[in-house]
């Protein structure tokens, strides 16, 4: 197990073990006590596990319950619609874009199957919209995450790397003006942060009220990078207030 895909498995397995040893997590991950040491020192460092004779446990701000993608698919439908209809009017004809994983940008996706555009995404679900349609689909492939759906590591970065986008169109777990825009899983915090790299256009990020003022385990480095939040109407507007002194982007709220 690559040590990405380790680091946020040991975070879940946290989730759901108040208090475990080294010696078990070790085992649990079939690696050396010198190694699992490695990974907690480095989660530690993130202000994200608290280390204690020999056992570790997640620092209690910490404690996200992290739902899967079946869950996250039955929030706020019609405002992720809302958000996704918005996005869809900010898409030129002929563009090459980046869409990641989630269940806004799916609702998106399933917007512009009959557009002329190349979509290349790590979001798994994604083929079953394309079927007969019009839009070229290219799935990055690599590891498969069947918790969030979606591909993530060298495989899917490297072909994240070979393209150019116009645009990006990003969902996320959190947005905040502490955390800034955070991901449940450090993988594809790079792959969001590699997309955001190889996009020479606008970022648009979309996330739906639950998600503002929220702060997940993993933050994206290229912040600067975002042009554009849809969310809709109920997001605290005092945090998004908080969010644009910080970072000035074009907020678009909408109504579902």
């Known amino acids: 197990m690559k040590k990405q895909r380790r680091l946020d498995a040991i975070l879940n397995y946290l989730q759901a073990h108040p208090v475990v040893s080294v010696q078990e997590l070790g085992e649990v991950f079939k690696v050396s006590e010198v190694t699992m040491r490695r990974d907690l020192t480095e989660l530690q460092e993130l202000n994200i596990v608290k280390r204690m004779h020999g056992s ?3 620092l209690p701000e ?22 996704a209809a918005m996005a869809v009017t900010l898409l030129p004809e002929n563009s090459v874009i980046f869409v990641n994983g989630g ?6 996706i399933a917007r512009i199957v009959d557009r002329n555009v190349t979509i290349i995404t790590n979001n798994a679900m994604a083929i079953n919209h394309v079927a007969a349609a019009k839009a070229r689909l290219i799935i990055t492939g690599g590891e498969y995450n069947p918790e969030s759906c979606t591909f993530s590591g060298e495989l899917s970065l490297s072909t994240i790397a070979t393209v150019n986008a116009d645009m990006c169109f990003l969902g996320a777990n959190g947005l905040s003006e502490e955390g800034g825009f955070s991901t449940y899983f ?6 969001n942060d ?5 996009c020479r256009g606008p970022v648009v990020v979309l996330a739906d009220h639950s998600k503002i003022g929220r702060t997940c385990h993993y933050t994206n480095e290229n912040l600067d ?7 809709d109407d109920k997001a605290d507007r005092t945090e998004l207030m908080k969010i644009k002194r910080r970072r000035p982007l074009n907020i678009i709220q909408v109504k579902p």
């Open 186 to 191: 450090s993988t594809e915090s790079n792959i």
């Open 56 to 58: 570790v446990m997640l």
């Open 62 to 83: 910490n404690k996200l319950l992290i739902p899967s993608f079946k869950q996250k698919a039955l929030e706020n439908v019609q405002e992720k619609q809302a958000i």
């Open 103 to 108: 269940t806004t940008t799916l609702e998106f």
């Open 225 to 231: 990078r975002i042009t554009y939040l849809i969310t």
């Open 194 to 198: 590699q997309m955001m790299r190889k």
